[in-house]
């Protein structure tokens, strides 16, 4: 299964865009980019998701690079509610377990006041 | 609202005695799943089902066996609990299939086995 790299942690101001970084250098054509995060106490929650293209909502943006071989979620006002291990995710349709999602260790997001 | 529901949240028991964890979705989901997650091992997939009477085993599945009676159940069963399944639970639902379907996770259950 192709895997992701991410920083272990990171660290924002509240009010200030943060820039979450995802490598994932053997994604494959059929390989969707996830991004769930998990607030303390909570289970997963999704963020985003995209194959190709720049991707929007109301939570965040999702910039995929040309060659799909990294991607960065932006979230465009940390918030105190913001703070989470954030989890990059390629999920295959067509691989093993009907496409599960393989959750690494995230980066854990911490925003202060 | 949709949601996957999961009981009991916090649980805690001794060696050998069986439990279950009922887990429910209101969102005519076809795929189920549970996943534990250990401090330092993430979250790790233990059964899923594709749908009613369709199971299979994840990457975990020793010590636990699952149902699929009904598509919004999906109940985790530990027939002999042991103190290694010591861990934090969630169940997980998403429609059939394709790369853009996501997953919705239920609170968690924390299970403790003295």
């Known amino acids: 299964d192709a895997k992701t790299t991410q920083p272990n942690s990171m660290e924002s101001n509240e009010e200030e865009p943060v820039h979450l970084p995802c490598n994932h250098s053997?994604?494959?054509?059929?390989?969707?980019i996830h991004w769930y995060r998990q607030l303390p106490s909570q289970g997963p929650e999704y963020v985003i998701h995209?194959?190709?293209s720049n991707v929007n909502n109301r939570m965040a943006s999702l910039a995929i690079a040309e060659d799909r071989k990294s991607s960065t979620l932006i979230l465009h006002r940390a918030t105190l509610r913001d703070a989470a291990v954030y989890y990059c995710?390629?999920?295959?349709?067509?691989?093993?377990?009907?496409?599960?999602?393989?959750f690494g260790k995230g980066t854990k997001l911490s925003v202060k006041p | 609202e949709a949601q996957v529901t999961q009981n009991p949240r916090y649980l805690i028991t001794v060696t050998g005695k069986k439990l279950t964890v009922t887990c429910s979705q209101n969102m005519n989901h076809e795929y189920m799943s549970w996943y534990r997650q250990d401090p330092g091992l993430g979250l790790r997939q233990i059964y899923y089902?594709?749908?009613?009477?369709?199971?299979d085993k994840g990457d975990v599945p020793e010590g636990y066996k699952v149902s699929r009676k009904e598509k919004r159940n999906f109940p985790l069963i530990l027939e002999s609990p042991s103190p290694n399944q010591t861990s934090l639970y969630f169940c997980?639902?998403?429609?059939?299939?394709?790369?853009?379907?996501?997953?919705?996770f239920g609170a968690g259950s924390r299970l403790t086995v003295l």
């Open positions: 053997t994604i494959s054509g059929t390989d969707y």
């Open positions: 089902s594709m749908n009613v009477e369709v199971t």
């Open positions: 995209g194959l190709t």
């Open positions: 995710i390629l999920r295959d349709p067509y691989g093993g377990s009907q496409g599960n999602l393989i």
């Open positions: 997980a639902s998403r429609t059939g299939g394709g790369g853009a379907n996501v997953l919705t």
